[in-house]
């Protein structure tokens, strides 16, 4: 799913339309590149198995309220 995700943004929504949509919410555009960058390394970690267990809870949304 994280690499879905990754690959949404570079091919449909492109990283300079993602960063301007991450503008439109008020957050720097480092954010925007932070985001697709943990999501494609995340997604390539899980898939190759280096993040087991805990690890895997480090790429969890954080719950909301």
């Known amino acids: 799913m994280f690499l879905a995700q990754a690959y949404l943004k570079f091919a449909v929504f492109t990283i300079p339309?993602?960063?301007?949509?991450f503008a439109?919410?008020?957050l720097p555009?480092?954010?925007a590149c932070a985001v697709i960058a943990l999501?494609?390394?995340g997604g390539i970690a899980l898939v190759a198995l280096f993040l087991l267990g805990d690890?895997?809870?480090a790429l969890k949304p954080a719950p909301r309220g």
């Open 24 to 26: 439109s919410l008020g």
């Open 39 to 41: 999501e494609l390394l």
């Open 55 to 57: 690890g895997a809870l």
């Open 17 to 21: 339309g993602f960063v301007g949509y």
């Open 29 to 31: 555009a480092v954010m």
